[in-house]
């Protein structure tokens, strides 16, 4: 079973993201609301994958995700942002995403971007 950390500023689009998961074999391991809250959480539960908003206080999903870059290379981060503008997806991508979903997220979508983010 596949461990993931739902990382979002929005408890609703963590819920949402934790049911979805949950129901199709992933075990969620963790939840964070912020980028600075997630990278600490990243080190200590060592999840297989991240799914990350963009968009948060503190801390952008950007941010975090070069910080768990740096940390370990290998880090599978899926970003996830109600903002599929064209420069946000290329920034995630540049700085080491391995895929990009945009809200709202379908379960469907999720689901197979997901495992094919696991099997990689």
């Known amino acids: 079973m596949k461990k993931v950390l739902i990382v979002d500023d929005a ?3 963590r ?5 979805m998961l949950q129901k199709n ?4 391991v963790g939840e964070a609301e ?4 997630a990278v600490k959480k990243y080190l200590e539960l060592q999840p297989d994958i991240v799914t990350m908003d963009i968009t948060m206080p503190e801390m952008t999903g950007i941010e975090a995700l070069k910080v ?3 940390n370990n290379a290998k880090a599978k981060v899926v970003m996830v942002s109600a903002m599929g503008q064209e420069s ?8 080491g ?10 379960e469907e979508k999720v689901i197979s971007t997901l495992n094919k983010v696991a099997s990689m």
């Open 15 to 19: 819920l949402a993201l934790k049911t």
């Open 88 to 95: 946000f997806v290329k920034e995630a991508l540049i700085n």
């Open 68 to 70: 768990i870059k740096q």
């Open 25 to 28: 074999g992933f075990e969620v």
């Open 11 to 13: 408890a609703f689009m």
């Open 34 to 37: 912020n980028g600075a809250v």
């Open 97 to 106: 995403a391995t895929h990009f979903l945009v809200k709202p997220l379908e």
